[in-house]
């Protein structure tokens, strides 16, 4: 299930998101750029499941990413469905994972397995039907739009590849065994993640050249669904098995937002729970013990998002709040190593302290980048952020955050 949940939490990006890369970077740049955070993720998941083994009952981290998802699956459905707008579909997509989250976390982590399953299913059907019409030619197609520049500003959607895999963090409390699980699923995610990513990025560039999976024919706006745009290139539309393949990939998108929910609201929840939120988002149903408050108030946030109806945007917001998350935990463990010597951990980071040391490095590097090339939304996120700062001190004035000493 852990495993599951690694991968579901992610497997969207596959599906949606990164292809927005590619105006600003080409095949090319936004190949570096996947290069360079593949690194980065390896070394933060090296390190990152020292944290989640050794303190299973953090809370952990998510994301600002289940709203483009959803927009995502509006996107999907208006394939089939012309006339739907893909803003009701995604606020119906929200409601129907809450609900389900708020079932309780067995049957949410049961769910999250089956669809991840099918998702990577898909994944390899896609690149099987794809990969035998490759050409380096149309791959190559215009690599460099803005020249080695452009590496920088695709930054944040190659980050969309891995972007929440750390939800693994959320529930190593719920584990059976959550000194020895979180390793074997944190990893064993990660290594099946860098193979989809892989396959997926060549299979869906190489059929008809990066332009064809970023814009619908006739339409300026970049699109949200790359994956059916690769399959036009090779199967009509009217096609049996580009019409399974599609539905399928719905899987894919469903398995991410569903799964992030689960990490977001478990998040959202400890946050109350330690006064770093509003009392009540930290309690649970008195029979399912699920967070319902806490899913229900990200619910909301994400309508909000939604309203927005810029996936790109939402997708950049996600990512810097992953980049300083990412930052605040390497630093968190690499002081931990010297302030709590004793702490016991299971789990200890293979060549340390590279691999945080790494991870620490790419992840200024990146945050940089996007900071150069988004300063309005670098702007938008550190006003969140500083929102988030005058609560944690008027709560903590009025004795309202908890210690370990209570």
């Not at 070394?43 to 299973?56: G, K, N, R, V």
């Not at 035998?132 to 149309?138: A, L, R």
């Not at 560039?205 to 706006?221: C, F, L, S, T």
């Not at 988004?374 to 702007?379: E, I, K, P, S, V």
Request: charged share 10%.
């Amino acid at each position: 299930m852990l495993w599951g949940l690694g991968v579901g939490y992610v497997i969207s990006g596959m599906y949606f998101g990164w292809n927005l890369g590619l105006p600003a970077g080409g095949p090319y740049g936004l190949l570096v750029a996947a290069l360079l955070v593949t690194v980065m993720y390896v070394a933060f998941i090296l390190s990152y499941t020292e944290l989640t083994c050794a303190i299973p009952k953090a809370g952990g981290v998510f994301v600002f990413a289940p709203p483009a998802i959803a927009m995502a699956i509006g996107a999907y459905f208006n394939t089939f469905f012309p006339s739907v707008d893909p803003k009701y579909v995604a606020f119906g997509a929200y409601l129907i994972f809450t609900a389900l989250n708020i079932q309780g976390v067995h049957h949410s982590a049961m769910f999250e397995l089956f669809v991840t399953v099918l998702a990577v299913g898909e994944l390899l059907i896609f690149a099987g039907v794809t990969l035998p019409h490759f050409s380096i030619e149309k791959f190559s197609m215009d690599p460099l739009p803005n020249g080695w520049a452009g590496v920088f500003p695709a930054i944040p959607f190659a980050i969309w590849f891995y972007l929440a895999i750390e939800g693994i963090a959320n529930v190593a409390e719920e584990t059976k065994d959550h000194q020895r699980d979180p390793i074997i699923g944190g990893l064993s995610a990660m290594v099946t993640l860098v193979v989809c990513a892989t396959l997926t990025f060549y299979a869906a560039i190489g059929v008809g050249g990066w332009k064809a999976i970023v814009y619908v024919p006739g339409v300026a706006e970049p699109s949200d669904k790359p994956l059916p745009l690769a399959l036009g290139q090779v199967f009509h539309a009217n096609h049996p098995l580009y019409h399974m393949l599609i539905v399928i990939g719905l899987f894919g998108l469903v398995a991410s937002f569903h799964g992030i929910i689960l990490a977001a609201g478990r998040a959202t929840f400890e946050f109350g729970r330690m006064g770093y939120a509003p009392a009540f988002l930290g309690t649970t149903l008195r029979k399912r013990r699920t967070p319902a408050w806490a899913l229900i108030v990200n619910m909301f946030v994400g309508f909000a998002a939604i309203l927005t109806n810029k996936t790109g945007d939402i997708i950049t917001i996600s990512v810097f709040g992953a980049l300083v998350l990412y930052i605040v935990a390497m630093i968190a463990l690499l002081r931990l190593r010297v302030s709590e010597p004793g702490l016991e951990r299971p789990y200890h980071t293979p060549f340390y302290p590279w691999p945080p040391v790494v991870a620490l490095v790419l992840a200024v590097v990146c945050i940089t980048a996007m900071t150069v090339y988004n300063l309005r939304l670098a702007g938008i996120f550190m006003a969140l952020v500083g929102a988030g700062y005058v609560w944690f001190f008027v709560a903590s004035r009025l004795g309202h955050v908890r210690t370990e000493h209570g």
